[in-house]
């Protein structure tokens, strides 16, 4: 039967330009780019001095999406996503731009955090370094992505995601924090270059340089970084030798953004964030020894895209982008030396429950995936102090900008790992207000489920295996084996079980059988 | 790295190439061709009318001249600007050359009037009587003509201390009066009286011949003094102003460019007078007067022997029953692959389709917009229009998508020369239709012709896209010789959106697969282009460019010329018009030839062919090779990839150079000589070959059987416009 194709557009409104991207992707599940298009305007001019947008900026901003939602008329367009930044997140104003979009143009923004918005670029990068096969990931490889408000540093190893760390020292960040003082120095660059050091001092590398083989610049809605690039281009990824971006970066230093801008053919507010790009490359690419810079032609809206289709994708071009989340907060697990074997029992049971529940808890993957996210680090606090760790926990995770959560998911996890423990929380309680009532609600569920997990594991000597778990009336029957005495889980066990019957409405019964006790 | 710096793109200007004495002056240039022009009037091998036809071109050609080229320089010296152009002559000095030139131009228009084609057309039966001729009849005749239809419409007016010189609107025709106030030749009295424009300027009579005319001006004459009654009128005489009409506007202050062309179309009428025209014999106080009133440069009063303004043969060319004295009816070709009422889009889908008009027919474009809007599947229509028939059935059709729901968006060029008020009422009306109309770029001019039609098709979006060297003007393309091409490549497509996306504003700098813009990247891919053939020539390799273009001026280029001919490559062109290139100079150009066509039709398209190791690369382009193409306006070079496409460019080229009727070949003065058949050669005409070709390749007569295919457009100075 024919099934028409369908027609998506990503709206991105950026810190620096408001970009579009409609796709086509066939009943097959193949994307097909059918335009892309820009506006540069500098709202993070506005946020970062001002801390609020400017009404000329909200006019052309609203303007410029006005002009998107005709082109996608052109095309039919019936699906779309928009998502805004962190000039428009950080904006005191950001309420009234977003009201007015809505009126005008009936499209709902929706603000996305640093993390987010880096992960669906990583998710661009992936799924184009995989596709593309121009280097291989499962080395380890360093990802620089520098965005107008921030950079994010990733780090990839055997082709997941290991580590991410965000500095707000975005190019366009840094020209507006410091442009003051330009009129004081002659050699700008310099000041400039001191600057970034002090700023990326405090960043861990986890791997040393001669690990780190491989180099990813990713230049999201700066463009010109691609278009430094173009010297090599090659189908979708680009890479420039080390040597030649040397040359560029030591000719550029010395020069005007005038007159960058004519030799590289980029407009002048390009060229003014040249120079402090170039700078936070060179710092990076030294960490590395790869003799290359690769640089893949792919942006924040890629990503959306990726993230709206990847499931219907032909086989073997979609992936399984949570998987590098788990992998970076394993990784994060690991650095604050929590006990691995508790760590995965816990996770491991309370996804089993999570399961068996379905149907009860009326709750998605998402939310499994926080609850999993929140079990691996449940404990991380421990590593500041075993008393109260679940407090540090809660501060360590809400700290942490884990890559890919929303704001609120973030907080839900933070929530999870701070009632995990002897703590029985109530709507009230810290952490929880700063939820909607719906999510805090999801929270309370969650917490309740690695409650009882938590406590299946009191000893932290795995002793309990699951053999079946039962709702019946209001009975949720919890079967276990065990080889040895439990008597510390199943008193934990039935301690915390009130607060699962206060939010579920069934009573949680463990059932023991004892092996060594069945063997006789 | 691979990419130029500025200074190396805008060359050394201490390199020998560029010196003064190997570029020809433009002006002068443009003026060599309107003798060309003339000289097709002067071509006994032409019939007629079309001889008459081309004296008219010729004078509304200068027409325009004088309005623009000379109104622009006036226009640098009253700026206070004095620098030499790149042949080292100030605007002054300029000024002074067109005046001597033209004067000699002038001299000859008006001899081959008067001794030959008055002459031949009494032959034929014509009669354009002076007033002296006129018998008794006749002239009772007239007299009651002029009181009952002529007298009403006149508005004298006086001039005296109290009352100030009139205002003399351009290109209008009128008569001065001196009337005696009874005192001394101070105190005779200036009166002036506009002939009305409402009237055709022939005015028939009964007479011997099979039409009798007589001009309006010398109808009103005769009896001007009824006009001052009881006045003793001294002498008069018709003259004729042509005012600057250089349409200057201060973008950066334009908030709103509709509103100030508007404005401006209203200064045209009172811009500075450029030129006066008088007949000869005609009161010497009468002029002087004149010259000093409309404060007038030495040089620029032009004593005519004959009538002025010779676009009234437009009238007589268009006059009823002189079929035999015209060129041969012919009717554009329907293409092959668009034949028996194929569907186009399918058509476009099986290959690309290349359309070379006016031998090809015009109308399957049209046809395709009128389908388009009409196509269920068809969800957006995009074009630029530039000088467009108000009465256009594009304009129609674009109207009715958008009344069908189609997204259209139409970029349309207030800037287009004299047309302006033209398209802002026909802009104004598609606004209304729901079109989104974009009224061009602050500083740019939109000169591009493309158009790109969105589909929705089983295998999902499609992009039809028609470019071409011409304007979608379905009446010129009867007369003008362009190429478009029609094409569904993929790559051209999404070029197609990325063009419309710079155009509205969406695209900071255009990244394209195939097209190449103007004015981004389009002297860069020229110059690449060249100093290709600059390395090939240099490494013993072959190397060639040909070219056809309507304009050869921009220094840069030829100074790349230059320097390829001088490392060996061979450049043949066909430049109609303005050519600042000196072919043959030794040392410097030997390996460059040029030469010009006209004829029948107005060469219009470009063809530019660079050689590439013998792995041609073929493009047709909306640009000229003039710094305005390449740097304030709105243009793209299309590559012809497909095989067939592009042997057919090729062999249009081909032709092109081995015409030896109409071609004449340039020599390094700038001075033009027919190309004259070999012995033992074929005569070819190019644009009779291209006919004949057509006729017998293709098959079906378009759908409306033109009676006459050459009809003027709409006004003549629409006509001749793109000849400056």
């Known amino acids: ?520 | 790295m691979e990419r130029q710096n500025p200074a190396e793109r805008n060359g050394n200007p201490s390199v020998v190439h560029t010196k003064p004495q190997y570029l020809l002056n433009r002006e002068l240039s443009w003026l060599e061709f309107n003798q060309r022009v003339l000289d097709e009037a002067a071509n006994q091998d032409n019939p007629l009318l079309e001889r008459l036809k081309f004296l008219a071109i010729a004078s509304s050609n200068l027409d325009e001249f004088f309005m623009v080229r000379v109104g622009s320089l006036n226009d640098q010296i009253n700026a206070g600007f004095t620098r030499p152009d790149a042949t080292g002559l100030t605007p002054a000095a300029q000024l002074d050359r067109i005046a001597e030139r033209t004067s000699i131009l002038v001299a000859d228009e008006y001899a081959l009037w008067s001794e030959k084609l008055v002459p031949e057309m009494r032959k034929n039966g014509i009669y354009l009587l002076s007033t002296g001729e006129l018998n008794e009849a006749q002239v009772t005749y007239l007299s009651e003509y002029f009181d009952s239809v002529v007298y009403p419409v006149l508005t004298p007016m006086a001039v005296d201390p109290g009352r100030p010189f009139p205002l003399i609107h351009n290109k209008t025709l009128n008569i001065g009066v001196l009337i005696d106030n009874g005192g001394s030749h101070e105190e005779d009295i200036f009166a002036t009286v506009q002939v009305p424009s409402v009237f055709p300027r022939l005015v028939e009579l009964k007479g011997i011949g099979r039409r009798t005319f007589v001009l309006m001006e010398d109808v009103i004459s005769m009896f001007i003094d009824r006009l001052y009654v009881g006045k003793r009128i001294k002498a008069a005489c018709a003259y004729r102003v042509t005012r600057n009409g250089d349409l200057a506007i201060d973008e950066d202050e334009a908030e709103d460019l509709l509103l100030e062309i508007e404005k401006s179309l209203k200064q045209r009428i009172r811009g500075q007078a450029m030129r006066l025209e008088v007949s000869r014999g005609s009161s010497e106080l009468l002029t002087g007067i004149l010259q000093k009133k409309l404060e007038l440069r030495d040089g620029y009063v032009f004593r005519v022997d004959g009538p002025l303004d010779l676009t009234f043969l437009y009238e007589l060319y268009d006059m009823e029953g002189f079929d035999e004295m015209k060129y041969r009816p012919y009717t554009p070709r329907i293409p092959r692959a668009l034949a028996d009422g194929k569907d186009i889009f399918e058509a476009i889908r099986e290959k690309d389709i290349l359309l070379h008009h006016p031998y090809e027919s015009f109308e399957p474009i049209v046809d395709m917009i009128q389908k388009a809007a009409h196509d269920p599947r068809v969800l957006a229509i995009k074009q630029t229009l530039y000088r467009v028939s108000g009465k256009s059935p594009i304009i129609k059709a674009l109207a009715e998508a958008a009344d069908r729901g189609k997204q259209v968006t139409v970029l349309v060029e207030l800037k287009a020369r004299f047309d302006e008020e033209n398209n802002i009422h026909w802009a104004k009306s598609l606004e209304k239709a729901g079109c989104h109309v974009i009224y061009g770029l602050v500083g740019l001019k939109t000169h591009c012709k493309i158009t790109l039609i969105v589909r929705m098709e089983d295998d999902g979006i499609n992009r039809y896209v028609h470019i071409s060297t011409g304007n979608y003007n379905d009446e010129t393309a009867k007369v003008y010789t362009d190429i478009g091409l029609l094409t569904c490549n993929k790559y051209i497509g999404e070029d197609a959106s990325t063009v419309f996306n710079a155009l509205t504003g969406f695209c900071e700098r255009p990244r394209l697969h195939k097209l190449v813009m103007a004015p981004t990247m389009l002297r860069r891919h020229f110059n690449s282009l060249i100093d290709r053939e600059i390395r090939n020539a240099l490494a013993g390799k072959q190397a060639y460019i040909k070219a056809k273009l309507n304009a050869l001026v921009d220094s840069e280029i030829i100074e790349r010329l230059y320097r390829a001919s001088a490392a060996g490559v061979q450049i043949d062109l066909v430049v109609r018009g303005m050519c600042c290139l000196r072919p043959g100079l030794k040392g410097i150009s030997e390996n460059i030839r040029v030469r010009s066509i006209v004829g029948r039709y107005l060469e219009h398209g470009r063809i530019y062919c660079f050689c590439n190791e013998g792995n041609e690369e073929v493009f047709i382009s909306s640009a000229d090779w003039m710094e305005r193409n390449m740097d304030r306006r709105v243009e793209l070079l299309v590559p012809i990839e497909d095989p067939e496409a592009k042997s057919r460019v090729r062999h249009i080229l081909e032709v092109y150079l081995k015409d030896n009727v109409k071609a004449r070949h340039m020599n390094k003065d700038g001075k033009y000589a027919l190309v004259l058949p070999q012995e033992g050669e074929k005569r070819l005409s190019a644009q009779d070959y291209f006919m004949e070709e057509a006729e017998a390749e293709t098959f079906e007569i378009t759908k409306q059987t033109v009676q006459r295919v050459f009809r003027p457009v709409s006004s003549p100075i629409q006509e001749s416009d793109s000849f400056v």
């Open chain 1, 1 to 520: 039967m024919y099934c028409p194709p369908r027609l998506f557009a990503a709206i991105d409104i950026g810190s620096y330009r408001l970009k579009m991207k409609i796709v086509e992707v066939t009943p097959e599940g193949r994307i097909r780019d059918l335009e892309t298009v820009d506006h540069l305007i500098l709202l993070g001019r506005d946020t970062f001095n001002d801390g609020k947008l400017s009404f000329e900026s909200v006019k052309k901003t609203c303007e410029a999406i006005q002009g998107f939602k005709r082109l996608m008329a052109d095309y039919g367009v019936t699906e779309w996503r928009v998502v805004a930044t962190s000039a428009l997140r950080e904006a005191a104003n950001r309420d009234f731009m977003i009201d007015r979009i809505k009126f005008q143009t009936g499209f709902d923004v929706e603000i996305i955090n640093n993390s987010q918005e880096k992960f669906l670029t990583y998710k661009a990068i992936k799924w184009q370094l995989m596709n593309n096969g121009i280097i291989d990931i499962s080395e380890p490889t360093l990802i620089l992505n520098i965005g107008a408000g921030s950079i994010q540093l990733l780090l990839m190893e055997n082709n997941l995601l290991a580590s991410s760390q965000s500095l707000k020292l975005g190019a366009l960040r840094i020209k507006e924090s410091i442009a003051k003082i330009e009129k004081h120095t002659l050699n700008f660059s310099r000041v400039l270059e001191e600057y970034i050091e002090a700023h990326i001092e405090s960043v861990e590398y986890l791997k040393s340089s001669n690990e780190l083989k491989h180099f990813v610049l990713a230049s999201g809605e700066l463009d010109y970084l691609a278009e430094l690039a173009r010297l090599g281009v090659d189908k979708g990824v680009v890479s420039l030798d080390k040597e030649q971006f040397e040359r560029i970066y030591v000719q550029a230093l010395g020069k005007t953004p005038r007159a960058l801008s004519e030799e590289y053919d980029i407009p002048l507010a390009d060229a003014e964030l040249f120079v402090p790009s170039l700078i936070l490359i060179k710092k990076f690419l030294d960490k590395t020894c790869s003799d290359k810079l690769i640089i893949p032609s792919v942006s924040l809206v890629d990503g959306l895209i990726l993230e709206r289709y990847n499931d219907e994708l032909e086989k073997g071009i979609s992936m399984d982008f949570d998987a590098d989340i788990l992998s970076c907060v394993r990784e994060m697990a690991t650095r604050y030396r929590t006990n691995e074997k508790h760590v995965r029992y816990v996770e491991r049971v309370a996804l089993q429950i999570f399961d068996r529940l379905t149907g009860i808890h009326g709750l998605g993957e998402r939310e499994r995936f926080i609850l999993q996210i929140a079990a691996i680090l449940h404990d991380i606090g421990k590593y500041i102090a075993s008393d109260p760790h679940y407090v540090y926990s809660y501060n360590i995770i809400r700290a942490s900008q884990i890559i890919g959560l929303s704001d609120e998911e973030l907080t839900m996890a933070a929530c999870i790992a701070r009632y995990h423990s002897s703590e029985t929380p109530e709507l009230g309680s810290t952490g929880l207000v700063k939820l909607g009532t719906e999510e805090r609600i999801k929270a309370m569920k969650l917490i309740a489920i690695i409650r009882m997990a938590d406590a299946m594991d009191t000893s932290h000597k795995q002793k309990l295996s699951i053999s079946a778990m039962d709702v019946s009336g209001d009975q949720f029957i919890v079967r276990v084996e065990s080889w040895e005495e439990a008597v510390l889980e199943n008193w934990t066990f039935n301690m915390k079980s009130e607060f699962f019957s206060e939010v579920f409405g069934l009573k949680p019964q463990m059932v023991i059988r004892n092996r060594m006790v069945g063997e006789k």
